[in-house]
């Protein structure tokens, strides 16, 4: 990590140690313009070091060196030492784990996990979700400028409230979604949606069954429910809100919020707010169901995977933890059982069209290869072996179920790779984007970008269902009274804000 304020950040974590944590790491991204090395079983590393305690680091020495790519040490003989955690052991941990090494992919679940650890978790610790108050006024707003500076205001004001309330947190996490800042108007598209294509097909044989992963607030809930109670009180007797929520932080959220919101109220009999992990599912449901999934997907664990260039053969990305809790990640050529699926399935499903880390040409390839300086291993590329999964619970549990799922089809500052996440953190209240993946847990937010082509055509391979993908603005138009979110001027925010979004729905 290159800034100043990344440098900042972690010697401000030094001065407020969360329980269980030794100290606050700093990571640098791990770049395949290095030569890798083979270890006796084939791994491949990328690494950079600094002195260590369980290396003979003096007890006077800075604990703080900012790493560098610059001869890196080589941590073999940990790697070879040091057991395999499992997601499922992580799952059981009160403290940070050191001296374990793990796949990249339960590296980051175990990060999603401690981000609802109660002990140092992100959301139960740092990060608070906005809520903007009164919806905006966007007819009475001159343009899109306007609406920013508005917004920009209501952000100040509202962390300016929990600054006197809290006292100044320089880490806080503050977070916002398109249902908080276009209420009601998001939530009564997708309602529009459910109600529509709930009257056309299962009316009036079954109800309205609804299920929403991932709901933060609830507020989607409870605009859908006020639309659908308004609209059509007949869909609304036999309407359902089912919300699976991991976070028990977030649930009990939830729970105040509809107690605490007067208009609200009668929706309680409506809904069901369920403490689990989808992952975690084990209850058949044979009705017809929608189930919704807005902005789920860029949080789902990914695999890391490398390319020999040479053999076109995949490595699969593994982190390692040392007695000091720094990240070193390795590439090994055997594929665990879950990523080695994904690759078949995806190959079947795309008919082998699709897009790949490195030159499809083999002569482009082989020139790759001479270049000074070349790495023998390509650019990773990032996985959704978790998304996987989520699809083999939906086929499972929730046959008669239709997918409404929004979604980044692109973000901007990510890591490099392809597929790559943007991992960032929030620092006196500006956002501050790193460069790797293998973060301190609890502090940092990774959100990944989803190839909507990919995904469509294994989510048919696996469910056997017709889909339609559309970007989010063509949603919108369709389903959304977009003159409800137009400026004087005739732009239109709720458009042009989530240009990189996309919107994937079962026919």
């Given at each position: 990590?290159?800034?100043?304020?990344?440098?900042?950040?972690?010697?401000?974590?030094?001065?407020?140690?969360?329980?269980?944590?030794?100290?606050?790491?700093?990571?640098?991204?791990?770049?395949?313009g290095?030569?890798?090395?083979?270890?006796?079983?084939?791994?491949?590393?990328?690494?950079?070091?600094?002195?260590?305690?369980d290396?003979?680091?003096?007890?006077?020495?800075?604990?703080?060196?900012?790493?560098?790519?610059?001869?890196?040490?080589?941590?073999?003989?940990e790697?070879a030492?040091?057991?395999?955690?499992?997601i499922?052991?992580?799952?059981?941990?009160t403290?940070?784990?050191?001296?374990?090494?793990?796949?990249?992919?339960?590296?980051?679940?175990g990060?999603?996990?401690?981000l609802?650890?109660?002990?140092?978790?992100?959301f139960?610790?740092?990060?608070?979700?906005?809520?903007?108050?009164?919806?905006?006024?966007?007819?009475?707003?001159?343009?899109?400028?306007e609406f920013?500076?508005?917004?920009?205001?209501?952000y100040?004001?509202?962390?300016?409230?929990?600054?006197?309330?809290?006292?100044?947190?320089?880490?806080?996490?503050?977070?916002?979604?398109?249902?908080?800042?276009?209420?009601?108007?998001y939530?009564?598209?997708?309602?529009?949606y459910l109600?529509?294509?709930?009257?056309?097909?299962?009316?009036p044989?079954?109800?309205?069954?609804?299920?929403?992963?991932?709901?933060?607030?609830?507020?989607?809930?409870?605009?859908?429910?006020?639309?659908?109670r308004?609209?059509?009180?007949?869909?609304?007797?036999?309407?359902?809100?089912?919300?699976?929520?991991?976070?028990?932080?977030l649930?009990?959220?939830?729970?105040?919020?509809?107690?605490?919101t007067?208009?609200?109220?009668?929706?309680?009999?409506?809904v069901?707010?369920?403490?689990?992990?989808?992952?975690?599912?084990?209850q058949?449901?044979?009705?017809?169901?929608?189930?919704?999934?807005?902005?789920?997907?860029?949080?789902?664990?990914?695999?890391?995977?490398?390319?020999?260039?040479?053999?076109?053969?995949?490595?699969?990305?593994?982190?390692?933890?040392?007695?000091?809790?720094?990240?070193?990640?390795?590439?090994?050529?055997?594929?665990?059982?879950?990523?080695?699926?994904?690759?078949?399935?995806?190959h079947?499903a795309?008919?082998?069209?699709?897009?790949?880390?490195?030159?499809?040409?083999?002569?482009?390839?082989?020139?790759?290869?001479k270049?000074?300086?070349?790495?023998?291993?390509?650019?990773?590329?990032f996985?959704?072996?978790?998304?996987?999964?989520?699809?083999?619970?939906?086929?499972?549990?929730?046959?008669?179920?239709?997918l409404?799922?929004?979604?980044?089809?692109?973000?901007?500052?990510?890591v490099?790779?392809?597929?790559?996440?943007?991992?960032?953190?929030r620092?006196?209240?500006?956002?501050?984007?790193?460069?790797?993946?293998?973060?301190?847990?609890?502090?940092?937010?990774?959100?990944?970008?989803?190839?909507?082509?990919?995904?469509?055509?294994?989510?048919r391979?696996?469910?056997?269902?017709?889909?339609?993908?559309?970007?989010?603005?063509?949603?919108?138009?369709?389903?959304?009274y977009?003159?409800?979110?137009?400026?004087?001027?005739?732009?239109?925010?709720?458009?042009?804000?989530?240009?990189?979004a996309?919107?994937?729905?079962?026919?």
């Amino acid at each position: 990590m290159d800034s100043p304020i990344v440098a900042q950040i972690f010697r401000q974590l030094f001065h407020h140690r969360p329980p269980g944590c030794k100290g606050v790491r700093n990571l640098a991204g791990l770049r395949n313009g290095l030569r890798t090395t083979i270890v006796s079983h084939q791994s491949r590393f990328y690494v950079a070091g600094r002195p260590s305690s369980d290396r003979g680091m003096k007890k006077n020495e800075s604990r703080w060196q900012q790493r560098t790519n610059i001869l890196p040490q080589d941590r073999s003989a940990e790697f070879a030492e040091y057991p395999y955690i499992s997601i499922d052991e992580l799952k059981q941990r009160t403290e940070r784990p050191r001296k374990v090494k793990m796949l990249l992919r339960d590296f980051i679940d175990g990060m999603t996990l401690d981000l609802y650890n109660p002990s140092y978790g992100y959301f139960s610790k740092q990060a608070v979700i906005f809520s903007p108050g009164e919806p905006f006024d966007f007819n009475s707003m001159r343009d899109e400028i306007e609406f920013q500076a508005e917004l920009g205001r209501r952000y100040t004001e509202f962390e300016d409230i929990l600054d006197e309330r809290e006292g100044e947190n320089p880490t806080r996490q503050l977070w916002h979604t398109p249902t908080e800042l276009f209420r009601p108007y998001y939530g009564e598209a997708i309602a529009r949606y459910l109600v529509t294509n709930y009257r056309l097909t299962t009316y009036p044989y079954h109800d309205l069954l609804i299920y929403e992963m991932g709901a933060g607030r609830g507020t989607l809930m409870l605009n859908i429910l006020d639309y659908i109670r308004e609209v059509d009180p007949q869909v609304y007797a036999r309407t359902k809100f089912n919300i699976i929520e991991i976070s028990s932080t977030l649930a009990a959220l939830q729970n105040r919020h509809l107690l605490s919101t007067a208009a609200s109220r009668g929706h309680a009999d409506k809904v069901e707010i369920i403490n689990r992990s989808i992952f975690d599912w084990d209850q058949y449901v044979p009705s017809p169901c929608f189930f919704l999934a807005m902005e789920v997907f860029d949080n789902f664990s990914h695999d890391g995977i490398r390319y020999d260039v040479a053999t076109e053969q995949p490595l699969q990305g593994h982190v390692l933890i040392d007695g000091d809790g720094d990240f070193y990640e390795f590439y090994a050529h055997e594929l665990d059982p879950l990523a080695a699926r994904y690759f078949r399935v995806r190959h079947a499903a795309t008919g082998g069209n699709y897009p790949k880390p490195y030159p499809s040409n083999a002569v482009l390839r082989y020139l790759s290869t001479k270049m000074p300086f070349a790495a023998n291993l390509s650019d990773p590329e990032f996985i959704p072996t978790r998304l996987m999964q989520f699809f083999d619970v939906l086929e499972k549990y929730f046959p008669g179920h239709r997918l409404v799922t929004s979604d980044f089809d692109w973000l901007p500052q990510a890591v490099k790779g392809m597929n790559a996440p943007v991992v960032q953190t929030r620092y006196h209240r500006k956002m501050v984007p790193v460069t790797t993946p293998l973060v301190h847990q609890g502090y940092f937010d990774i959100l990944f970008p989803t190839d909507f082509r990919v995904t469509e055509a294994i989510y048919r391979a696996i469910t056997g269902k017709l889909t339609r993908v559309m970007s989010h603005g063509d949603f919108m138009r369709k389903w959304a009274y977009v003159e409800d979110t137009e400026t004087r001027s005739g732009e239109n925010p709720l458009i042009s804000n989530y240009r990189n979004a996309s919107v994937l729905v079962t026919v």
